[in-house]
């Protein structure tokens, strides 16, 4: 593929997130604690998980390992911690979650599973046939860029998998219903695994220093903005006792 139309891609795909922000800040996502059978078909949701995550694991891994560039060193580390967060979210994560009998639209996970894909392609694409050791010399790893990314990567995936346990730890087997979580970073915000997972690609975008992961920042943003602001809502309308001081997203701020 020519750089120019790669490009363009990824600029188009930049461009569809913002334009779709104010949409989809409107529109509850039905899936959770918001689920609706109002959207069609419904499927087990820890199945809805692996099936929705996994083309963000596949497609990037081959389309880094099969690429055609000359893999620099320095990328291994962006594939190693892109695939480490994967294999959790994909493989992981969903065996954990305490949640049997629930379900999720057949339409979200459909929505979700075209998301990663693109994601997982314009990163896998990019990293395993564009980048050149010119680009990511081994010195790059001395690099604020890449050090400061990393510490933010890691930061994130701390707050994103601290906060994931303290929820799935909710409940104990078989128990349903919810409870407000007072443990970690629920102390300061609604929703911190959406907190940490903004702040980790954030990160990942920083340290790699690339338009690709730019746009998967940006749409994480657009993606959990939305949803922290809407379980914030419901946090709030559902338990009276709700600390009046805790935020959506942002500590202190939003």
């Known amino acids: ?132 050791e010119t680009e990511y010399p081994l010195s790059y790893m001395a690099d604020p860029r890449f050090i400061g990314g990393i510490v933010l990567f890691i930061f994130g995936m701390f707050i994103n998998w601290q906060s994931d346990n303290i929820l799935i730890h909710l409940r104990k087997p078989g128990e349903t219903g919810y409870v407000i979580p007072q443990k970690g970073f629920f102390r300061w915000v609604s929703c911190p695994n959406h907190f940490g997972e903004i702040v980790e690609w954030s990160g990942f975008a920083l340290m790699t220093w690339s338009s690709p992961a730019l746009a998967f920042a940006v749409w994480t943003l657009v993606n959990l903005m939305p949803r922290a602001l809407h379980h914030h809502k419901w946090y709030k309308e559902t338990f009276s006792e709700y600390p009046s001081q805790r935020k959506a997203l942002l500590p202190f701020i939003l």
């Open 1 to 132: 593929m020519k750089e120019s139309i790669f490009f363009m891609i990824v600029y188009a795909w930049i461009a569809i997130a913002i334009f779709i922000f104010p949409v989809v800040i409107r529109i509850v996502a039905p899936y959770g604690r918001h689920t609706t059978r109002k959207w069609g078909a419904m499927i087990d949701n820890h199945a809805g998980w692996i099936l929705m995550e996994l083309p963000a694991l596949l497609v990037f891994a081959c389309f880094y390992l099969f690429g055609s560039g000359t893999h620099p060193t320095v990328t291994w580390v962006f594939f190693t911690l892109w695939i480490f967060h994967y294999i959790n979210r994909t493989l992981v994560f969903p065996f954990r979650l305490r949640t049997k009998g629930k379900k999720m639209p057949l339409a979200i996970v459909f929505m979700a599973i075209g998301f990663n894909f693109v994601n997982g392609f314009l990163n896998g694409y990019y990293l395993g046939s564009m980048a050149t």
